[in-house]
C-alpha cells in the first residue's frame, strides 16, 4: 500500500486568496516528495469554492512536476464530459512530457448541474460522453491518425502531440461512488479504481465486483487491479486531539460543499436517479458523521497513530 | 525596450522527444530570468509538428512559474476560439495565480484549416466567436454573476474561480498580421498589439494605426499602446557565422511550418480570404529571404551584436 496527498480547494475568495492557496500546496507538494509519499492528487472543478480554485488539474500538477522529482502526479478527477478528446490527450501528455512520465490520469463523471449547464453539455447523456471521449483519448494516445464519429465529437485523422512518455500511455483510473455496475464496468474496462470510501463494508463489496470483473478481463494481461481510496485522516496523539484540530476544517470543507450542491435542490437527471436534493442529506453530516463513514473502524479520520494504523488495516487487506 | 524569448516547438516525434524538449525549453527559461530577460512566451498549435508539442501554453507556463520568480509569462498566443470564455478565464487566473501575478495573455485568431476541422469549429463565423470569447472572458475576470448569450456559447450567472490576481485582470495583448482594420480594432479596444515582423514600413505604418486608434480611444485613461513584436534572432560574431549557425534551424522551422499549411491547399474561407495556396507562398522562402524579411535594416535576423543593435532601433523608435 503507498500513501499519497489528496487535495481539492475548498477556499473561496473571502477565505484564502488564491496566491496564497497555491503557494501552500506548492509546499505540501514538495514537501510530500521530500517524505517519500507516492502522489499528489488535484482535482477539476469550475465556479464555486468547491474545488472552484482548480479549475485545471494539470496546470496544477505542471507547476508540481517542475519542483519534485519522483513524485506522482495525479487528476483526481479530470472530468472529461467537458473536453474534446483531443485537447485532453494532448494537455495529459504534455505534462507526462514535463514530469518525465510521473501522469496518472483520473476521470470522473462529474455530477454538479451548475458545471453542465455552463458549458452547454446535457447530463442525461453523460454515462456515454464520458465513456467514449476515455476511449478516444486512449485511443489517440497509443495510435495514429484516428478517427471518431459520435454524438459528442467527430474529427479525422488526428496524431496527437506531444506523444505520451509512458507506455503505452499514463495509468487511467476511473472513480465510482454508489452504482454496482459502475465497479463491474471499471473492472471489464481493464483501469484502475477511484474510490471515496463511506464505509468500510460497502467498499469491500464494491472493491470486490471490480476485482472480479478485472481478472475476469484482464487476468491474463498481466495488468493488477488498482484501489485508490481517498478519505480526511488526521494524525495526532489522541483522537479527541485530532478532532479539536480537524473538525473546524472538515465543518469548513462541509459548508463549502453543501453550497456547491444546492444546484440539485430542483435538479433532476435520468443518468443521476439520486442525486436530486443532495444538499439536504449532506446537511445531516457533521464532522463526527463524515468521520464514522470515513474510517468507521477507528473512532474518528482524525485518528491517534496507532488508531490510524487499525483503519488502515482493512483497506490493505482489500487493495 | 524589453526582451523575452519566444517559443514556438517546430519538434515532431522522429526529431525530439517531449520529455527532451520540455527539459530543454525549461532551462532556456531559467536561464532567460537568470540574465534579466522581461518574459517568456510560448503560443498554443495541436496535432502537427508546427507548435504541436505545446498544445497547452498554461501548462507550459505554470511549469515556468514554478521555476522561476520574477520573469513574466506570455501566452503568445493562446487561441479563444476553440475554448470556452468560462475555462479561458479560470484557467488563466490559476496561472496568474501560481505566478503571483506574472501572467500576461496574448490571443490570436488560428488559421490552421485542420485544427478548425479537428475541433468542429467553422473557419467563417471565427472572427466573431473570437471578439466575443474575449470579451467574455475579460468580463469574467472583472465581474462577477455574469451571463452570456451568444451563438457559441452561452452562460447565466457564472462567476469563475479562482479571480485574476492582477488587477483589474492579466493583461491582453491581441496578434494581428496583414488586416489593416485589425491594427485598429485592437487599438480601439485597447489591448496590447501582437505582431510578427515581416518588413520594417509595413510594421511601421501598421503600428501607427494602432497606435492612433488606442490613444484616440484610450487616450485619457492612462493606459499606453504596448507592441510586442516576435522574430528570429541569432547573436554572433559576424553575420556569416550567425548565418551558418541559424540557417539549418531556421530551414527545419521552415520545413515544419510549410508541412502545416499543406491544408490550405484545398480550402477556402471567406475569413481568411488571402490564405488558400499558404503553403505555396511559404516554399518560396528560405532562410535568407525569411531572414532580409523579419529584420530588412540587418542583412540577416542572425546578425552580429552590432548589427543586431542597429536592426532594434527601428522598432524600439515605434514602439
Known sequence: MQFGISLLPDVEPETRSPVDYYRDVLAMSRLAEELGYSHVKMTEHYLMGYGGYCPSPLNFLSAVAAQTSRIRLFTGCILPVFHHPVKLASYTAMVDAISDGRLDVGFARAYLPYEFETFGVPMDTNRERFESTIETVIKLW?????????????????????RPTQAPHPPVYLSAVRTPESFTRIGELGHGLMITPSGIELNAEQVHRYREAFNAHHGDSGKKPTVVASLPLYVAETDA??????????????????????????ATSKDYPSYTGLSRYLRTLTPGTCASRAAPSSAHPSASPSACAATWRPSRAST
Request: no cysteine.
Open 241 to 266: 486531539e485530532a478532532a479539536r484540530i480537524a473538525d473546524p476544517y472538515l465543518r469548513e470543507y462541509l459548508r463549502v460543499w453543501i453550497k456547491s450542491t444546492d444546484s440539485w435542490d430542483n
Open 142 to 162: 497509443t495510435e495514429e491518425n484516428v478517427s471518431a464519429e459520435t454524438p459528442f465529437f467527430s474529427f479525422r485523422d488526428a496524431t496527437t502531440l506531444p
